[in-house]
């Protein structure tokens, strides 16, 4: 009997999906949030932690519940090409994966019914399904080698 594929393990793609909404609720937290000296008198501004939380809350739930399903689909079509090199597969990956984010990014318009804000939507969702990806590599390091060694 063989070994599934480490990338298939729910648990990574639990784990990346989780470091994934840390990761980008951080850079969200930090790229919004105004500082004491530059507040202007008599307008209210959301804390960090405020825009964190609610940050993290939904990055969590596209994550785990849109791009992770969508995920387990794109890597079981990716098993297909174990014959291309390395840097192939890679290419293949980041392909697969813009698409898979776009999909979630039409399939959130939809859910959500906002399409006023399509593009800024789709564009977040697609550097999400990105760094999701990027943090399945790092955590399943097989992924990059050929499996033959196994």
Known sequence: MTK???INRPRGKILAAVLTAVLISLAMGIYHYVPIDERL???????????????LLINLAILLFLLTPLSILVDGLLLYRKK??????????????????????IIYSIFTLNFTTFSAQTIHIIAGSLVFLAFQLVLNRSFLHSSSHR
């Not at 501004?45 to 825009?51: A, C, L, T, V």
């Not at 597969?89 to 999909?103: D, E, P, S």
């Open 84 to 105: 291309d090199n390395t840097y192939i597969r890679l290419l293949v990956a980041i392909v697969a994966y813009v698409l898979l984010g776009f999909t979630g990014g």
């Open 41 to 55: 008198e008599n307008t209210y501004y959301y804390s960090f932690g405020y825009k964190f939380a609610v940050g």
């Open 4 to 6: 599934p594929h480490r």
